[in-house]
């Protein structure tokens, strides 16, 4: 698939979940900044501060289903705890988890996605 119609869908739903959020919990968070420079075998990551999601585009290549499904609601809940708890909703903890539920996506922390193809990190 070409890598920038898979860039914008990505976009397209960060964009609805987070329209979803702020629907459910009458917010009005705007919609993330999405890059695609996260390495290794960490699908994604939410920058509270820089109101951005940030994801591996080559575990994005091999499974955008996944990402469509998981990862990106996943990463975009995490700003929205951020959002409207503060400091106190970020990481995994029970606000993460309301608003996974309140986006009907499974409050999972983490993926069991096939990293052959990633490199991961070397620590000396």
Known sequence: MNIIKLQDQARVVVKVFTRVINARFGTNMPVPCVTFGVRGTTAGFAYYHEHRVDVNMQLYI???????????????????????????????????????????????????????????????
């Open 62 to 124: 091999e499974n955008p289903i996944y990402f469509f499904n998981q990862t990106l609601p996943h990463e975009v809940a995490h700003l929205a705890a951020f959002h409207i708890y503060g400091v106190k909703g970020t990481g995994h903890g029970k606000e993460w988890k309301v608003i996974m539920g309140l986006i009907g996506r499974e409050p999972k922390t983490r993926h069991n996605l096939d990293v052959t193809n990633v490199k991961r990190k070397q620590y000396a």
